[in-house]
């Protein structure tokens, strides 16, 4: 008798079935993974599908104006306000604006909920972020005996040194240096031999041991040594180091004094409070000794950019100190982000103010505003998320999540996305088709038919729609 077999559904809830352990590396892929920059052309106009941006083409070349301002330094000090609904963008804008500016220019961003901390005042997180958004370039020449094969001559029996007598050499010539004792204690603390590649700098004394000269090698197959080539170029040189630091680096490193080294000393640094309120003393401390690099010419200032977004959840308090902040000389450029109309200002009672922002400090902001997405840019969006997370999608799927977006909102169409590629996947294809959202609509409500299913006294009806 023949055994004959009949398909079974899979329901939604149902586990995957078992597959084979995939080698493939997996990245996590965050909200705004495809935002790659403004997408403006050198002109400054923008394209319409450019740098991962869809639509905005308004917003994007105003921020694109802002840019240039930052990065020739003439925006310093104001404040730029992205001003628009829930779900157009004003994230995204910051976060191309940083990818403009490059990883040279301090971006530090922040939401409006972080100054409301136990550990430090609303004022010093704010203060906090400022400085960290100012950046300091340090330019360091060090003069170095570069890395060379050391000869030492003096053994450790003599009971005093008084100087040591260093042959360094390299491709280009040898050098004999009559150096301090210091730093042959130096070199015996890294036990530095003859063949050994080493580097001393001329300025501190310090010696470091990069490895054992080739030209030592033996025909071992398996060795602990560390083989380097011998060096190129001149024994002593000029090196020119450039280091990267914020203000808030100098502050905290500043702050934080180090203790001694007994029990008890240890064991109060391990009961403080992980973070220190830096007193504005110590910053214009700082402040003086980095003004007195820059007028030496070793440093120079490179101010950034604070992002706050949700901006209208800050109190009076700290829109005025705000305003405070933005007339600091050392200020950064600073943008704003709401999704408010006309709203209470927190902390007051009656002062009602355009986003929720008082007017004195909107009255510094350079306001930008960002539209609504409609169906057709909705479906770029869809598309271009899709292509980043890897998904197919069928027929006639792009216009139904255009709709939902258009319906719902363009964050809930989006959300469908993976959910429903899960779906499909238990189903045993490898795109996701119309079915798989009108399922997912069936499990999941975008906020629009939740707030629908409210009733008249404030609570969830959800048997009606």
Known sequence: MKATTTPSTVAHNAMPPPSAVSTTRTSRVAPHSHIKGLGLTPEGLAVSDGAGFIGQTNAREACGVVVELIKSRKFSGRALLLAGAPGTGKTALALAVSHELGVKVPFCPMVGSE????????????????RRAI??????????????????????????????????KTVKGTKQLRLDPTIYEAMLKEKIVVGDVIYIEANTGAVKRVGRSDAYASSYDLESETYVPLPKGDVHKRKELVQDVTLGDLDAANARPQGGQDIMSVMGSLMKSGRTEVTEKLRKEVNK?????????????????????????????CFTYLNALLESPMAPTVILATNRGNAVVRGTTDVVSPHGIPVDLLDRCLIVKTDTYNREQIAKVVQLRANVEGLKLGPG???????????????????L???ASILAGLSGRNQIEVEDIGEMNELFLDAKTSARNIGSEGGFDGGRM
């Open 135 to 168: 950046g300091l370039r340090i330019k360091e020449t060090k003069e170095e005996l570069t890395p060379a094969e050391a000869e030492n001559p003096l053994s450790g029996y003599g009971k005093t040194v008084s100087h040591v007598i260093v042959g360094l």
């Open 289 to 317: 000794v980095v003004k007195g690099y820059v007028d030496q010419g070793v440093a120079e200032v490179i101010p950034g950019v604070v992002f706050i977004d949700e901006v209208h959840i800050l109190d009076i308090e």
């Open 417 to 419: 996305l993976t959910p």
């Open 397 to 415: 799927v792009l216009e139904r999540l255009a709709e939902e977006g258009e319906r719902g909102s363009m964050r809930y169409a989006l959300q």
């Open 115 to 130: 100054v409301y901390s136990t550990e430090v005042k609303k004022t010093e997180v704010l203060a906090e972020a400022f």
